[in-house]
């Protein structure tokens, strides 16, 4: 079994590329569809890595 930091630290990096999209990009539009994928990243790491 992996230990969680793999998962912590993919987490970290995911939260650390949407800060810097989300104050790049201007369009609430854009923000919501890249929260929206960003979820679905962490749900699907959490998923195949920690169950």
Do not use: D
Request: a positive charge; glycine letters at 2%.
């Amino acid at each position: 079994m992996e230990s969680n930091i793999t998962y912590y630290i993919a987490l970290l990096i995911l939260v650390i590329i949407g800060v810097v999209v989300v104050k790049k990009v201007a369009s609430c539009l854009i923000k919501s569809i890249f929260t929206i994928v960003l979820l679905v990243i962490a749900a699907a790491i959490y998923y195949y890595y920690l169950r």
